[in-house]
């Protein structure tokens, strides 16, 4: 299994922290990789104002001064959100093996902009399409579902 | 914040009103409009009532006088508390808004606001933000019933402008001793001087107080100048935003939403916004659109 670029990822869910209501995803690349008093120092509030024609209800937060518009996107039905981690190599042959492992979950996700409210319009929310794309081009198609779309060539 | 409660008799009177700011400069803390009004008639008493500018005032003077005027039924006043998140937030906007337009929106706030109150304002005497004859031109546009006087160092030359830089001060100096802090982190402490970017106080607590990824509690206006010496050794952090502007000049742009560092975050932070932006390159335009791209490897 383990050629090429291959990676192996263990999705385990049982037993692992479930993260949902802590995950963000700023409008920015923040240089550092690790822990960090997020909790002190970011406080996403809701604003009581939901979304105009697409009623998202929105937060806001302050990131570095500036303020960000967000909201909280349910996962959908079926998924689940990953964190992994690096396998730490239990023997010298595994070193170079490309081995994740989970270390948390998620249902869901806060997603924030910088100078805008969110909308289904961003590129976001829109990426989840490809999920129903995905299913109606990957299940099967009964006869009678044929015949009813059929048409002529 | 005000004396709105009661609107006196007096109101329907021809009324002059001062208005002045406190906390401009500093590098923390909110930025506090304040003004104040009586009639025209009462003018001359309110000139042997010693208001001086709150400047030259000691702390415990400035509190007392302003104890003085909010129990005179012929002063009427009112503030603006800009908290500095917002003053930060304003001045960090893609399109940003400058100081001096939120100081004008701040002042013409409060005309408005007494003027809706039924303050019959004929007269208002205003301390000059950038160009006087420029800001007098735009005060008069919107308020053309008034006439405007502005100037510099007001609160020095009318007593009524006096009075409102007492009112701003004693605001601030009270909103950031009370001031409460949104960050839970435990070592805050609360002697933050006078907030000008010079006082050692204000120094030390800023060395004291900043973070090497969030940068500053949100007392601290980030969009004041000395902020970035203290963020040298901090996490950069490169917005989406400030990209945006960058490739605005580039000729294959065609809409600030395409360079997006998202990917539903699996794209490396070294990546130019070029590279990001042609990473749907030979997809489908349903991918391109959504910035999705193929991950081959993990």
Redesign the interface.
């Known amino acids: 299994m383990e050629k090429g670029?291959a990676?192996r990822?263990d999705l385990k869910r049982e037993a692992r922290e479930d993260l949902s209501g802590h995950v963000h995803?700023l409008?920015?690349?923040?240089?550092?990789d690790g822990p960090?008093?997020v909790?002190?120092?970011?406080?996403p509030k809701p604003t009581g104002v939901v979304g105009e024609e697409d009623g998202l209800p929105l937060q806001q937060s302050?990131?570095?001064?500036?303020?960000l518009q967000g909201t909280t996107l349910p996962l959908p039905h079926g998924y689940s959100g990953f964190v992994l981690g690096k396998k730490t190599p239990r023997n010298k042959s595994d070193e170079n093996s490309?081995s994740?492992e989970t270390n948390a979950t998620f249902q869901d996700i806060t997603y924030w902009n910088?100078?805008y409210a969110p909308s289904q319009n961003d590129?976001?929310i829109?990426?989840f399409?490809?999920l129903t794309?995905a299913n109606a081009l990957h299940s099967p198609v009964t006869p009678e579902e044929l015949e009813s779309s059929s048409f002529t060539l | 914040m005000g004396s709105e409660a009661m609107v006196s008799e007096w109101a329907s009177e021809p009324c002059i009103m001062g208005i002045d700011e406190a906390g401009r400069g500093p590098v923390l803390g909110p930025m506090v409009y304040g003004c104040l009004y009586c009639p025209r008639s009462y003018q001359k008493t309110l000139s042997s009532l010693s208001f001086a500018d709150s400047k030259t005032l000691k702390e415990e003077k400035r509190e007392e006088l302003f104890e003085t005027l909010k129990a005179n039924d012929s002063i009427g006043w009112a503030v603006d508390v800009i908290d500095p998140k917002e003053l930060s937030a304003k001045m960090l906007k893609k399109s940003k808004i400058n100081l001096n337009e939120i100081s004008h929106d701040s002042a013409m706030g409060l005309v408005d606001r007494v003027l809706k109150m039924g303050v019959l304002l004929t007269e208002v005497y205003i301390d000059t933000v950038g160009d006087p004859g420029k800001y007098e031109m735009k005060l008069s546009k919107k308020f053309p019933s008034i006439k405007f006087v502005v100037a510099k160092k007001a609160d020095s030359l009318y007593p009524v402008v006096s009075g409102a830089s007492i009112v701003a001060k004693v605001t601030r100096d009270r909103a950031i001793r009370e001031w409460v802090l949104d960050e839970t982190a435990d070592n805050i402490d609360r002697n933050f001087g006078s907030g000008y970017p010079g006082d050692p106080t204000t120094k030390s607590w800023l060395e004291h107080h900043k973070h090497s990824i969030f940068g500053f509690p949100t007392l601290v206006r980030f969009s004041w100048g000395t902020c970035s010496s203290y963020f040298k050794d901090g996490a950069e952090v490169l917005w989406e935003s400030d990209l945006d502007e960058e490739g605005g000049s580039n000729s294959n742009n065609n809409g600030k939403r395409q360079l997006k560092l998202r990917n539903v975050g699996f794209t490396t932070s070294k990546r130019r916004s070029e590279e990001i932006e042609s990473s749907g390159k030979g997809r489908s335009r349903f991918f391109q659109a959504r910035k999705l791209e193929h991950l081959t490897n993990f």
């Open positions: 670029g990676a990822i995803l409008p920015c690349c923040i240089k550092h960090t008093q909790s002190h120092y970011f406080k302050h990131f570095r001064g500036r303020l490309n994740w910088h100078d590129d976001f829109r990426a399409h490809w794309v």
